[in-house]
Every structure is written in structure tokens, then in C-alpha cells.
């Protein structure tokens, strides 16, 4: 039985740069079918990132209209129970609310994956129950976000858009991409410190392949004993933690 949501605000039309859309997923939402949509644009440049078309803007995927995406998921209503909102970084967009409003509106459960720097928008889906799950992406300890996330961030931001999602008591994980060239064991230490009290972690493998930046081809992820020592280290932090 598919849950119908509460609301209340009126739809108007969605102004999103929808950049591709996946029909079928039974891993991108935990316990749920999913159709996945991937929005363009993001205010990061992460170099082991396997978007280009969806993060450099001279690459930008044709976008895709709204009205169509809502045609295929009210077409999907009972065969699917969940839509997952990705990117790119979806937040970078102003019509994000209006688009999960609608998609929940079809009574989809939703599950956003966010970067984590624009936690106003997620308090007020948070706040108007038009997303179910959020996953957020932990680049790395603080003090080597602007590293590796390769611009400018503010890291108020990221650490209240932490506190929100644990605080809140919504579903939620937090993951991070390990590139051995980036990070270190002793870090997740600090990155324990920074979610401790989430539901879930997962530690994720860089793997080769297209890359925001092309010189990520040589580089490596953690060897199977630097992983099972990281996952120690957070197990001690979150409720669980698993490797990807």
C-alpha cells in the first residue's frame, strides 16, 4: 500500500534541469523499487566524480521536461514505491521542493541525495514531509573539503546540514568516496566525530573510469585491510557502517 502524503501546497509548474532519469533501481533506495532521476548542475568539482554530464557546464546533458518525468512516474504508480532525486547536487536548484512536492503528491516515498550545503532547503522538505530518506556525501574531514571538493565551501553549512539530518530523526546515510590519494585512515576519526550518532555509514571504492578530472584515472582507493580499519574506527561513531 503506498502511502499517500500530506501536501498541502498547491503545484505549480517546475522550472529543473532534469538531466537523465533511470526507470528502475532495487539498490539506490534501501528496501524500496525505485526510479532514480538525476538533476543537472553542482556546485562542487570532486575529480573522482562519474558525472561530467552532469557537473562540468560545457557537458550538461539535454534536459529532460518535467511534465514528461510526471507522466512516466504516474504511469509507474504501483509498481514503484520510491523515487530517488540525485545529481549532479540537486539543492543547486530553486524548484527542488516543487518537484518532490509533486512527486510525493503521485504518493512515492523520496529519497534525496545531497552534498549537504544548502541544509535550508533540506529543513523545509524535512519540515513539509516531501522526503522520506536522505543520503549525503561526507567528503572527507573538514578541514579537506575545499581540497577535494576542488571549490569553495562553506563548512557551517555541511556541519548544520549533518546535525539536521541526524537531529531530525528521518531516515538517513552518510557515505564517503575513498581516493587513496586524498585520504588517509586517521581521518575517519574526524569524520566519525562529525556524523557521530547516524543511523548509517558507508564507506565507498574509488573506482577508475570517466571522472570530472581525467588524472583520477591513475589514482587508487583503500586496500581491504585500510577499509576494515576505517569501518573500526566508524562503528564506533554510527550505528552501522558497511563498505560499498
Request: aromatic residues 6%; hydrophobic residues 40%; charged residues 25%.
Amino acid at each position: 500500500m503506498m502511502k499517500r502524503p500530506n501536501v498541502s501546497q498547491p503545484q505549480r509548474p517546475c522550472n529543473i534541469h532534469i538531466g537523465g532519469v533511470q526507470k528502475l533501481s532495487l539498490v539506490d533506495y534501501p528496501g524500496h523499487v525505485a526510479a532514480a532521476l538525476f538533476l543537472a548542475g553542482c556546485n562542487m568539482r570532486c575529480g573522482y566524480c562519474h558525472n561530467p554530464e552532469l557537473v562540468l557546464p560545457e557537458r550538461l546533458a539535454p534536459s529532460i521536461p518535467v511534465d514528461e518525468v510526471i507522466t512516466f512516474l504516474k504511469s509507474r504508480v504501483g509498481r514503484l514505491d520510491g523515487v530517488v532525486v540525485s545529481g549532479g547536487e540537486p539543492t543547486v536548484q530553486e524548484d527542488l521542493p516543487e518537484l518532490c512536492r509533486q512527486i510525493k503528491a503521485l504518493g512515492y516515498d523520496v529519497k534525496l541525495d545531497t552534498n549537504g550545503t544548502h541544509p535550508d532547503m533540506v529543513r523545509q522538505m524535512i519540515d513539509e514531509g516531501t522526503i522520506d530518506f536522505i543520503a549525503m556525501d561526507v567528503k572527507g574531514p573538514l578541514e579537506k573539503y575545499v581540497e577535494i571538493a576542488a571549490r569553495p565551501i562553506d563548512l557551517g553549512a555541511i556541519t548544520e546540514n549533518v546535525r539536521l539530518m541526524i537531529d531530525s530523526g528521518i531516515d538517513h546515510e552518510f557515505r564517503t568516496t575513498i581516493v587513496r590519494e586524498q585520504l588517509e585512515v586517521a581521518d575517519f576519526e574526524k569524520i566519525g566525530r562529525l556524523v557521530k550518532g547516524a543511523k548509517r555509514f558507508a564507506l565507498q571504492h574509488f573506482r577508475t573510469g570517466t571522472t570530472v578530472s581525467p588524472q583520477f584515472a591513475n589514482y587508487h582507493t583503500f586496500t581491504d585491510e585500510e577499509f576494515a580499519a576505517a569501518q573500526k574506527i566508524m562503528e564506533r561513531y554510527v550505528d552501522q557502517c558497511v563498505i560499498h
